[in-house]
């Protein structure tokens, strides 16, 4: 069995998108969700110490009990749950990839953005 992780943002609509993208572009069986309203938000501002305690120990599991191949974040169009403009999104994706770095050094996040038209993007 093969696994990959992601931070996704709770709303349905970006749910099979990234999920396909990642089993394509990593051929893995699976994708763990870890599943947030607005995570990126949630993991950039940590304000929310319990929530993103839990985030961080749901990725632990995933890694160390189903030797992910690696873990995306992911932020998106329409975001009810982190309603800002794209290049805020775009700036709060780094931030959440810098706390996931310090946290997992071994890791490299991979960023990803959702388009209105439920498109997945690599963002650099």
Known sequence: MSFYTVINCMDGRVQLPVINYLIKRFQVQYVDSITEPGPIRILSED????????ILKRLQISIERHNSKGVAIVGHYDCAGNPVAKDEQLKQLRKARSILKQNFPDLEPLMLWVDKNWQVHQVT
């Not at 304000?47 to 839990?54: C, G, Q, R």
């Open 47 to 54: 304000n929310d110490k319990e929530t993103v305690a839990s």
